[in-house]
């Protein structure tokens, strides 16, 4: 670094024609900049500048130096200014790791309009179940939900989503209407637990219920469980985003209104906190639209 640093200094001094007007444009003191291309010179062991009390010269060998490094300077202050560029303006392309029911559910129309907003960017998606590797793998990004599990990583907070009970009409005029969280032990309940054991903590107005649950399905996907449900097979605890679709073609409604679950926090997390514009647009842009939700 220190002797790109020293060619771009030399090119300042020729393209000044001295080290006068050198030190005018680039704010380095005029002996600063004698001694730098004295040190290059001493490096290359051959004179570079003719020098005068009233300008310089180039030497023979000093002209073919000053070509080349006038060709690496600018193209390192080109790289510089297009990386300037890319934290500016989103550009490239934005590599995330996504929950699959979530961003199928919940996220698509969300992304749908920022790829409107910013044409100029491509996207590579990853909504395999498995939990992808910000250290070892090329994305930008994961979202995920639920508490962070490597303290290691950047987790930035995106929302805390409520969630909400709900069953089919079908399966409540089955089973009935449960009037209570204690009536819940004795439904079937669909949840991302094992099967035949688990527990839902509910909240209404300060007070706080824990509910032991059980159901004949094992379930790892939310948008099995979210089918499930509409297909009379059970109640539900979820955020009311996911199931939106459902609930506006009354395959599933609201059970026991007055209470709710613990919210589910969604995260944005990043191998470090220098990201791109690209990464830092995106994260801000669900930030602002998950709030309105």
């Known amino acids: 670094m220190e002797l790109l640093n020293d060619m771009a200094l030399f090119v300042e001094v020729v393209k000044a024609r001295g080290f006068r007007g050198a030190a005018e444009a680039t704010g380095v003191p005029n002996s600063t900049l004698s001694r730098r291309v004295s040190a290059l010179e001493k490096a290359i062991g051959l004179r570079l500048l003719h020098r005068t009390t009233r300008k310089v010269e180039l030497t023979e060998a000093g002209l073919i130096y000053y070509e080349r490094c006038r060709r690496i300077v600018d193209e390192a202050r080109l790289a510089h200014e297009q990386l300037g560029d890319m934290l500016a303006q989103p550009v490239g392309v934005l590599r995330a790791s996504l929950p699959v029911d979530f961003a199928v559910a919940y996220l698509a129309p969300l992304i749908a309009e920022f790829a409107r907003q910013h044409p100029g960017l491509a996207f590579d998606f990853d909504l395999t179940p498995r939990r992808a590797d910000l250290v070892s793998e090329p994305f930008d990004v994961a979202i995920r939900m639920g508490a962070p599990e490597n303290s290691q990583l950047i987790a930035r ?9 709900y069953a089919s009409p079908g399966y409540l005029r089955q089973r009935g209407m449960p009037a209570a969280p204690a009536e819940l032990a004795g ?4 949840s991302m637990q094992k099967a035949g054991a688990g527990s839902w903590t509910l909240e209404s107005g300060g007070q706080q219920a824990s509910v032991a649950i059980g159901g004949r399905f094992a379930l790892n996907s939310v948008g099995l469980m979210r089918r499930l449900a509409a297909l009379d097979m059970g109640i539900i ?11 506006a073609a009354g395959s599933l409604q609201r059970v026991l209104p007055a209470w709710s679950g613990a ?31």
Do not use: G, M, N, W
């Open 157 to 165: 907070h995106l929302a805390s989503l409520p969630t909400e009970l």
């Open 187 to 190: 439904h079937e309940c669909l």
């Open 237 to 247: 605890l979820i955020p009311a985003a996911v199931v939106a679709d459902e609930l």
């Open 263 to 293: 919210p589910i926090p969604v995260y944005a997390i990043t191998e470090t906190r220098l990201i791109p514009a690209k990464t830092q647009r995106f994260i801000e842009f669900l930030r602002v639209r998950l709030a309105r939700r």
